[in-house]
């Protein structure tokens, strides 16, 4: 009997480890697509509302080819929308995936570099033809070992500029907001969730084993009695 508590007592220590271990990477999971499904939806419709606020300097600058006596001016509206939101960059394409202007063009050597050509990326082939993308790069504890990239946790939305929808394309606005806080947030909660279930299947397994140990002393008294009616029975028979 002494065998099989101990037995008990290592395989469901085990058992509790490992589920407590597959309920918090379900919730991992479970979090990462609801908070792709949110995010991608919110920034979705604030790339939309600042690109409509911008919308005139857009065109004018993409009407021009790029003329650089009308960048200021658009670097000034954009700069004032960027002051009242999250967002960390806005690229602009023309129609040929050359990037023509950059809210952090100064910064040579990065992808962003003006005079890059993106027009092979996913985001940009489907803002040309008419639609819309957005993506994130969820990168957390769990896969920050395979290393980093500058595109971590950045949501990207690409949606064309245009008048209006049967207007013809001018080129493609793209927004960029790091969402590195909400990742850090919903790691600091998937620890929560794992000390938490921790805790609860340990305080089950203590509660088991005391069931457990009980079920012990009650076969052990039981055998016990058992045993004294048996001897009492054998000095009876011998006694006849």
């Not at 990462?32 to 600058?61: C, F």
């Not at 960390?88 to 910064?107: A, C, E, M, P, W």
């Amino acid at each position: 009997m002494f065998k099989l508590l101990r037995f008990y007592s290592i395989a469901s220590s085990i058992i509790i480890f490992f589920a407590a271990a597959l309920i918090t990477l379900l919730y991992r999971q479970v979090n990462i697509q609801s908070v792709d499904d949110v995010v991608d939806k919110d920034h979705m419709v604030l790339a939309r509302t600042v690109l409509n606020s911008a919308k005139p300097e857009l065109m004018d600058y993409l009407d021009s080819k790029a003329n650089e006596t009308l960048r200021p001016k658009l670097a000034a509206v954009l700069s004032d929308l960027m002051q009242d939101n999250s967002m960390t960059k806005i690229n602009i394409y023309d129609r040929h995936g050359v990037l023509v202007f950059s809210t952090q063009s100064g910064q040579s050597g990065q992808i962003g570099q003006i005079g890059n050509n993106l027009g092979s990326t996913p985001g940009f082939m489907a803002a040309i033809n008419g639609g819309a993308f957005s993506h994130m790069e969820y990168r957390d504890m769990y896969n920050r070992l395979s290393g980093t990239t500058a595109d971590d946790n950045m949501m990207m939305t690409f949606v064309p500029i245009r008048g209006v929808s049967t207007d013809p394309i001018l080129g493609v606005f793209e927004m960029r907001t790091d969402m590195s806080p909400l990742v850090h947030e919903n790691e600091q909660m998937f620890f929560v969730i794992l000390f938490a279930s921790e805790f609860i299947f340990a305080l089950l397994h203590g509660v088991l084993l005391l069931v457990v140990q009980r079920a012990r002393n009650i076969i052990e008294a039981q055998q016990k009695d058992i045993l004294e009616r048996t001897s009492i029975l054998e000095m009876l028979s011998r006694q006849l």
